[in-house]
């Protein structure tokens, strides 16, 4: 991924918490191109690839890349959700639903554990191949595949059936919705919580607006 500049202005807590949660729901909008399309956003893409693997970041910003705009499609698909004008009822639907899985994910110790040991090999691999390398995508959706989607729980992706099993589609799926529970787990270190969504949803659309004056 590109290097971008940090940005300017420190986050508080409610900016980070707002950015944590447009990463997840860029997460489930690249899961809905994908099932939908076969393609999706690149710089998004790239985006929660890094945020994935980046298990020991120096900062908050350095997750995304350093600049916002790395989240800009789930700033916009977020502040879409948060202002009820939402055409996209399945982004929807999967955003919220990492965040369940995020919170079944956080009483499982075993889990956890597993995931931060996979995820350091998984490491290696992107630091030999590149982050994105299909090598790396294959290992990401396996580790999807045999930790959060053990759960009773289960994310149930809809789209165009034969994209969804085409080649690497299933890896590359999973793999977002990795990504998307990452995000969510982020969001809770900052002090999201899920019933304040409901109250919140002024405050979230004014912290995301505000991020784009700077």
């Known amino acids: 991924m590109n290097p971008t500049p940090i940005q300017s202005a420190p986050l508080d807590s409610n900016g980070r918490q707002a950015l944590a949660l447009a990463g997840v729901f860029q997460a489930a909008s690249v899961v809905d191109q994908l099932a939908r399309t076969g393609q999706c956003n690149e710089r998004a893409w790239n985006t929660l690839i890094h945020a994935t693997l980046d298990t020991d970041p120096p900062s908050f910003e350095s997750i995304y890349g350093g600049h916002h705009n ?9 502040l879409a959700v948060m202002s009820r004008q939402s055409a996209q009822p399945a982004v929807m639907r999967y955003g919220f639903s990492m965040v369940l899985l995020m919170q079944k994910l956080r009483k ?17 691999q992107a630091e030999h191949f590149g982050e994105t390398h299909e090598n790396v995508i294959a290992s990401l ?19 165009e059936p034969s994209l969804l099993q085409s080649r690497m589609m299933p890896e590359r799926i999973r793999t977002a919705l990795l990504a998307g529970v990452r995000f969510a787990l982020l969001w809770h270190q900052q002090g999201g919580r899920r019933w304040r969504l409901i ?3 002024s405050a979230i659309r004014r912290t995301l607006r505000q991020l784009d004056a700077h």
């Open 199 to 201: 109250f919140q949803r």
């Open 108 to 124: 499982d110790s075993a889990m956890m554990e597993t995931l931060g040991q996979r995820l350091g090999r998984v490491q290696g």
């Open 70 to 78: 790395n989240l800009r499609l789930g700033i916009d698909t977020l």
């Open 141 to 159: 959706g396996e580790l999807y595949q045999e930790t959060l989607s053990t759960f009773r729980y289960r994310i149930v992706v809809q789209g």
